[in-house]
């Protein structure tokens, strides 16, 4: 059965000056040049750099993102976004519930479940993370830890070609350790399972990021893996030649010859 197109994001978290988008400028071009291969690729810059991020990319094949989003579409928020914003912005996609915001700010599996239908409804994707700590992988509760941030956080009944799921594990991000391909294909095979349990109607089509130092060197066999639909990249994606390097994995004889 044909896969969904895989997807490689940049998160670049809170990096970005004006300057930085000759960084996306970059990009667009080398993906409009058949770079990424075959997969979409998207970058979330910080709040302030989507409008001329996306003017940027008009008429090409990158996407623009951002990074978190309000379910309120308006109001006495003082310095959140809403994914009205983001939209009216010229973003596409939205990051929700990263592991960062859920220690920073408190973000329950319930406000990132909001935010998830409050991005679908206005027609954006929504890329919902999650993923245990070091401590609950090794007292055996990682399953059981993401199990609960799905069931949580994934909104009834989604578009599934506009809902992403990104296995972050928070050990593994910015450290450099990556879990072992093997862990990775149980964690995937089983949140897949999840997936189609909560999304009836399309849980298979619903793609799978792996994220967590995704670097060029580690990029191929992680994406080789059975259910591992794409990466979200985050210090790797501030480098135009090392994000590059890993959306070029997915050249499309590579993702039909891994999953033949
Ligand atoms: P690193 O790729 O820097 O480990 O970050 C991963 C991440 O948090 C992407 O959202």
């Keep these: 059965m044909a896969r969904p197109q895989p997807l490689v994001a940049g998160n670049w978290k809170m990096n970005g000056m004006l300057a930085d988008l000759a960084e996306i400028e970059a990009v667009r071009d080398a993906v409009d040049a058949g770079g990424g291969g075959g997969a979409e690729v998207l970058i979330c810059p910080p709040a302030t750099l989507i409008v001329a991020a996306a003017k940027l990319v008009q008429g090409s094949r990158l996407k623009i993102g951002g990074q978190t989003c ?3 579409i308006s109001g006495a928020h003082t310095g959140d976004v809403s994914a009205a914003m ?4 010229g973003a596409t996609y939205v990051i929700l519930g990263h592991s960062e915001r859920r220690a920073s700010y408190g973000e329950t599996n319930a406000a990132v479940r909001a935010r998830a ?6 027609g954006m994707s929504a890329i919902i993370c999650v993923g245990e700590t070091k401590a609950e992988r090794e007292a055996g509760r990682a399953t059981s830890i993401v199990g609960r941030q ?19 594990p928070v050990w593994a991000i910015g450290t450099g350790l990556t879990p072992t391909n093997a862990d990775v294909a149980a964690m995937h095979r089983f949140i897949r399972g999840e997936i189609e349990r909560l999304v009836p109607a399309g849980g298979s ?12 060197r580690n990029a191929a066999e992680l994406m ?37």
Aim: aromatic fraction near 4%; proline fraction near 5%; hydrophobic fraction near 45%.
């Design 117 to 122: 239908i409050s991005a679908l409804d206005l």
């Design 224 to 260: 080789a893996i059975a259910d591992v639909d794409g990466g979200l990249i985050g210090g790797a994606s501030l480098d135009v030649d090392d994000f590059m390097a890993i959306a070029g994995v997915y050249r499309e004889d590579v993702k039909a010859a891994a999953s033949a």
């Design 205 to 216: 089509d619903v793609r799978l990021l792996y994220g967590g130092s995704v670097r060029p």
């Design 70 to 72: 309000r379910s309120e």
């Design 150 to 168: 799905l069931l949580g956080s994934v909104p009834a009944h989604p578009d599934p070609s506009r809902l992403v799921i990104a296995y972050e």
């Design 86 to 89: 983001l939209k009216d912005a």
